[in-house]
């Protein structure tokens, strides 16, 4: 080890879960590196959503450990509250607050929970807007933007809490197929500027371009852990083969 | 019709008295029945048993009995008093058990307006940060309170109604009790009884027209 830089940001060792009888997440152990991106895939009901939200303890585990930052995670309260505020989250159904406008949603964060002035948080607020190509919507509320600029918002919103990961649960599932390409490119570009990011997908393409790694998800269980380019043409387990297999063929 | 106009002058300022008593008791029972939704969906075991205990019990007491309580258990027994002038601290004690029991419909109105809001809203809430009460009250009860604004106005209206059984309390002021005060030495009057009728329809239809327009003017389009 260098310097305090290769201790991995999240760290889960041992990780299990259980919904009532059902072992969702079994004995997971995982690291995600500063900087890396990786790419979470594998059959529905396989645990991926469970295992993205228990890294800001949306979800709570069983046993084992999970650290943020080379800390374990806060149970509850002010320092989870504080934990959360340092892992942004991007949702498949964009969760975008219905009563807010998009500037308001994009500043509500750093004004309530960071304390900033209103008029820097908006102009902040704004250039991220801009950075995600809906600047001009900024006045507009959820409901009126088309799924794409919604999720654009709701990854502008991640930013503006300058996290220091960010966690995306099938970004794209819940949009038209024309909406795509233009979310996957906002979080192209986020993994060029170096952005932690874990995400859940099944877009190979963001897979091949942007992630560092792939883990294959099965059964609440990392089944294989890979490069994607490794992965996509050459797997190793049969589990993977076969899951490969269906979604390529659509 | 001579009798309204005679009684006219006692009737109105009775009548006033509902008034002040509905606008005083939708004050405390909106803050109240918040207080009773926030317990009622926090996560602290103890709160929300405390809020469902309340409002199960409250409820389902009837209103004179709230309001008998109110005067002859806390005034009475506990000794509270409001005012050394007996009007004064009636009037008190039927706004404090009249907010007491209205607070328990404006909190489940509420809470079902909080069913209407999307989990996922909360969710993203807790997730930039916010805390379970900044998250309540900056994203859910706005929110909440935007889907049950006409239902709200059904549970004004029948509180101000409901400000016509202050005699339970002791609060011989109130239209309804110069009514009777009233048909003891006139005899039912069907005028008099008319319009109280009217002053107070002419008070509740309007809540119940703006309310109603309100409501579909603050809907959150999702
Ligand atoms: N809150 C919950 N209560 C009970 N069971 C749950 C809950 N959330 C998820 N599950 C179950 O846990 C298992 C794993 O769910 P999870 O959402 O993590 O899977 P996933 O891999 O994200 O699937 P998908 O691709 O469909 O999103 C599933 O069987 C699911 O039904
Ligand atoms: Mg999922």
Redesign the pocket.
């Given at each position: 080890m260098k310097n305090g830089d290769a201790v991995p940001l999240v760290k889960l060792e041992n990780v299990n879960k259980h919904?009532?009888e059902?072992h969702?997440l079994r004995d997971i152990h995982l690291t995600v590196d500063r900087g890396e991106v990786l790419v979470v895939i594998?059959?529905?009901?396989?645990?991926?959503?469970?295992?993205c939200r228990t890294m800001n303890r949306l979800e709570t585990i069983d046993s084992g450990v999970i650290t943020f930052d080379g800390r374990p995670l806060p149970a509850e309260g002010k320092p989870l509250a504080k934990l959360r505020s340092e892992v942004g989250m991007v949702f498949q159904s964009f969760n975008l607050f219905a009563h807010k406008t998009i500037l308001e949603n994009v500043t509500l964060g750093p004004i309530k929970v960071r304390g900033q002035d209103r008029k820097a948080a908006e102009q902040r607020g704004l250039e991220l807007l801009e950075r995600v190509g809906i600047a001009s919507q900024a006045g507009k509320y959820p409901a009126q933007l088309s799924g794409g600029q919604q999720q654009r918002t709701a990854i502008a919103r991640a930013l503006a809490m300058d996290p220091k990961m960010i966690l995306f649960d099938?970004p794209t599932s819940a949009l038209d197929p024309e909406m795509v390409q233009e979310v996957l490119d906002v979080m192209i570009g986020l993994a060029r500027d170096g952005m932690t990011m874990v995400v859940?997908t099944h877009e190979m393409g963001f897979a091949r371009r942007a992630a560092n790694r792939v883990v294959f998800?099965a059964d609440g269980q990392v089944v294989e852990e890979n490069t994607p380019d490794e992965f996509f043409t050459n797997a190793r387990t049969d589990r993977a083969k076969d899951f490969l297999s269906k979604i390529l063929t659509h | 019709m001579n009798e309204l106009i005679e009684y006219g002058p006692a009737l109105w300022e009775g009548f006033v008295q509902n008034l002040k008593l509905s606008a005083v008791c939708a004050i405390m029972a909106l803050v109240l029945g918040t207080v009773l939704v926030s317990m009622r969906v926090s996560p602290t075991p103890v709160l929300r048993a405390a809020g469902a205990a309340y409002v199960n019990i409250v409820r389902n007491t009837p209103l004179t009995l709230v309001l008998a309580f109110s005067a002859l258990g806390l005034s009475d027994q506990v000794g509270l008093v409001f005012s050394d002038d007996p009007a004064i601290n009636g009037f008190w004690l039927v706004a404090l058990g009249l907010s007491l029991y209205t607070a328990t419909f404006v909190c489940e109105a509420l809470r079902a307006g909080i069913n209407t809001v999307p989990f996922g809203q909360a969710e993203a809430a807790r997730a930039i940060g916010l805390t379970f009460f900044q998250s309540l009250t900056l994203i859910i009860l706005p929110q909440a309170f935007r889907a049950v604004v006409a239902p709200l106005g059904s549970v004004m209206i029948a509180m101000i109604k409901n400000t016509t059984v202050a005699v339970a309390a002791g609060y011989l002021a109130d239209v309804a009790f110069v009514m009777k005060d009233t048909f003891d030495t006139t005899g039912v009057s069907i005028p008099i009884f008319l319009g109280i009728v009217v002053a107070f329809m002419a008070v509740t239809l309007p809540i119940g027209f703006l309310t109603g327009w309100l409501s579909r003017r603050l809907a959150v389009a999702r």
């Amino acid at each position: 080890m260098k310097n305090g830089d290769a201790v991995p940001l999240v760290k889960l060792e041992n990780v299990n879960k259980h919904f009532g009888e059902l072992h969702v997440l079994r004995d997971i152990h995982l690291t995600v590196d500063r900087g890396e991106v990786l790419v979470v895939i594998g059959p529905s009901g396989g645990g991926k959503s469970t295992l993205c939200r228990t890294m800001n303890r949306l979800e709570t585990i069983d046993s084992g450990v999970i650290t943020f930052d080379g800390r374990p995670l806060p149970a509850e309260g002010k320092p989870l509250a504080k934990l959360r505020s340092e892992v942004g989250m991007v949702f498949q159904s964009f969760n975008l607050f219905a009563h807010k406008t998009i500037l308001e949603n994009v500043t509500l964060g750093p004004i309530k929970v960071r304390g900033q002035d209103r008029k820097a948080a908006e102009q902040r607020g704004l250039e991220l807007l801009e950075r995600v190509g809906i600047a001009s919507q900024a006045g507009k509320y959820p409901a009126q933007l088309s799924g794409g600029q919604q999720q654009r918002t709701a990854i502008a919103r991640a930013l503006a809490m300058d996290p220091k990961m960010i966690l995306f649960d099938e970004p794209t599932s819940a949009l038209d197929p024309e909406m795509v390409q233009e979310v996957l490119d906002v979080m192209i570009g986020l993994a060029r500027d170096g952005m932690t990011m874990v995400v859940v997908t099944h877009e190979m393409g963001f897979a091949r371009r942007a992630a560092n790694r792939v883990v294959f998800m099965a059964d609440g269980q990392v089944v294989e852990e890979n490069t994607p380019d490794e992965f996509f043409t050459n797997a190793r387990t049969d589990r993977a083969k076969d899951f490969l297999s269906k979604i390529l063929t659509h | 019709m001579n009798e309204l106009i005679e009684y006219g002058p006692a009737l109105w300022e009775g009548f006033v008295q509902n008034l002040k008593l509905s606008a005083v008791c939708a004050i405390m029972a909106l803050v109240l029945g918040t207080v009773l939704v926030s317990m009622r969906v926090s996560p602290t075991p103890v709160l929300r048993a405390a809020g469902a205990a309340y409002v199960n019990i409250v409820r389902n007491t009837p209103l004179t009995l709230v309001l008998a309580f109110s005067a002859l258990g806390l005034s009475d027994q506990v000794g509270l008093v409001f005012s050394d002038d007996p009007a004064i601290n009636g009037f008190w004690l039927v706004a404090l058990g009249l907010s007491l029991y209205t607070a328990t419909f404006v909190c489940e109105a509420l809470r079902a307006g909080i069913n209407t809001v999307p989990f996922g809203q909360a969710e993203a809430a807790r997730a930039i940060g916010l805390t379970f009460f900044q998250s309540l009250t900056l994203i859910i009860l706005p929110q909440a309170f935007r889907a049950v604004v006409a239902p709200l106005g059904s549970v004004m209206i029948a509180m101000i109604k409901n400000t016509t059984v202050a005699v339970a309390a002791g609060y011989l002021a109130d239209v309804a009790f110069v009514m009777k005060d009233t048909f003891d030495t006139t005899g039912v009057s069907i005028p008099i009884f008319l319009g109280i009728v009217v002053a107070f329809m002419a008070v509740t239809l309007p809540i119940g027209f703006l309310t109603g327009w309100l409501s579909r003017r603050l809907a959150v389009a999702r």
